[in-house]
Nanobody, 122 residues
Framework: QVQLVESGGGSVQAGGSLRLSCVAY????????MAWFRQAPGKEREGVAA???????SYAVSVKGRFTISKDNAKDTLYLQMNSLTPEDTAMYYC????????????????WGQGAQVTVSS
């Protein structure tokens, strides 16, 4: 059974950095597409970044140049390094995985973590 467990959320001041981690269980991690999504209060969930099995990455315009998605296949772990954070980045962040979907659209992913809260204060 596929299971994704996020960690690393927290509170930070604007301009600061955080790194989220997502450990994967129950499937061939390296062959799956992985992504990070976020959902702010009162807003729809949106794709933040994605990476495929070859290591290619894609980013939402709002985070490009500030966030970096990466994988450690030896540890079955996905990361999201977030720099230059702003209050607009405040949201619940979710890790997602799928054997086929590799974009930043919610419908592409069948497996989801429970979420990690990120709060950025001004």
């Amino acid at each position: 059974q596929v299971q994704l467990v996020e960690s690393g959320g927290g509170s930070v001041q604007a301009g600061g950095s955080l790194r989220l981690s997502c450990v994967a269980y129950g499937y061939t991690y390296s062959s799956y597409c992985m992504a990070w999504f976020r959902q702010a209060p009162g807003k729809e969930r949106e794709g933040v970044a994605a990476t495929n099995s070859d290591g290619r990455t894609s980013y939402a315009v709002s985070v490009k140049g500030r966030f970096t998605i990466s994988k450690d296949n030896a540890k079955d772990t996905l990361y999201l390094q977030m720099n230059s954070l702003t209050p607009e980045d405040t949201a619940m962040y979710y890790c997602a995985a799928d054997p086929v979907g590799c974009g930043t659209w919610e419908y592409e992913y069948n497996y989801w973590g429970q979420g990690a809260q990120v709060t950025v204060s001004s």
